[in-house]
C-alpha cells in the first residue's frame, strides 16, 4: 500500500495555485463525476441533493480504489455556471442559474467501476440522485483563472476583472464559468474561502 496520493500537490497548477493573479492555462483533459441541474444554490433543494449523491459516490470510489492499493484524497468540488442568457447571469438571477456540479476522478477509475460503486452505494445510502450522476470526460482547454479568497457574494468584480483581462490579452470567453471550492464552507469564515474562478478562452 502507498502513500495516499492528493491531487492539490500533483496537479498544483490546477487545485492549488499561489498566484493570486490571471494566469493563462492549457487544462487537460479530465475525467468527473457530474449531475446537472437549476436554482440558486442557497436555498435549492436539488441543488443540496446533488451533492450528498456526488460525495457518496466519490467516497465510495475512493475506497474501492483502496481496496484495489491505490489510495487518494477525494479531490475538491467543482462547479460550472451558467444561464441561457449569461447577460443576464447575475446574483439577483440566482434562481434561474444553471448549473453543473462536479468532483474529478482519477485517471485509472473505468466507467465499468464507477457503476459497481453506483450499484453498492445507491443499496447502502438509498441516495436517488446517485442515478443521475454521469462519469464524463470535460476539456477546457486554454482557460484564465485566479484563485479568490473571500465570500462567494464578493466574486462578481474578479470576474469583471477576469473578462477585461481575457479581451485585452487578445481573447474571448468560450464556454461555462467555473469554479473549484478549496474550503469547506462549514469549517471556514466567509473572508479566509478559497476559490478558484476559471474561464474557458479562445483567440478573439
Not at 496520493?5 to 494566469?23: C, M
Not at 474501492?64 to 443576464?88: A, C
Not at 450522476?133 to 483563472?145: D, H, K, R
Request: glycine share 6%; aromatic share 10%; charged share 25%.
Amino acid at each position: 500500500m502507498g502513500d495516499k496520493i492528493d491531487f492539490r500537490k500533483t496537479l498544483k497548477d490546477l487545485y492549488n495555485p499561489r498566484l493570486r493573479e490571471f494566469q493563462i492555462l492549457d487544462i487537460p483533459a479530465m475525467s468527473f463525476l457530474m449531475i446537472d441541474g437549476c436554482g440558486d444554490p442557497n436555498v435549492a433543494v436539488e441543488y443540496q441533493q446533488a451533492l450528498e449523491g456526488l460525495y457518496a459516490l466519490s467516497y465510495g470510489i475512493k475506497f474501492s480504489s483502496k481496496q484495489q492499493g491505490t489510495d487518494y484524497v477525494v479531490p475538491p468540488l467543482e462547479g460550472l455556471w451558467w444561464m441561457d442568457d449569461m447577460s443576464e447571469f447575475t446574483m439577483a438571477n440566482r434562481a434561474r442559474w444553471k448549473w453543473t456540479m462536479m468532483i474529478m476522478q482519477p485517471e485509472w477509475i473505468t466507467p465499468g467501476q464507477v457503476e459497481r460503486v453506483k450499484d453498492k452505494v445507491i443499496t447502502k445510502k438509498k441516495i436517488p440522485t446517485i442515478l443521475d450522476i454521469a462519469f464524463e470526460t470535460y476539456l477546457e482547454g486554454m482557460s484564465v483563472q485566479i484563485l479568490f479568497t473571500g465570500a462567494y457574494k464578493d466574486e462578481a468584480p474578479v470576474i469583471a476583472e477576469m473578462h477585461k483581462f481575457i479581451r485585452e490579452s487578445g481573447f474571448a470567453p468560450n464556454g461555462k464559468h467555473h469554479e473549484i471550492y478549496l474550503s469547506d464552507p462549514r469549517k471556514t469564515p466567509v473572508e479566509k474561502l478559497h476559490t478558484i474562478l476559471r474561464q474557458p478562452i479562445q483567440k478573439a
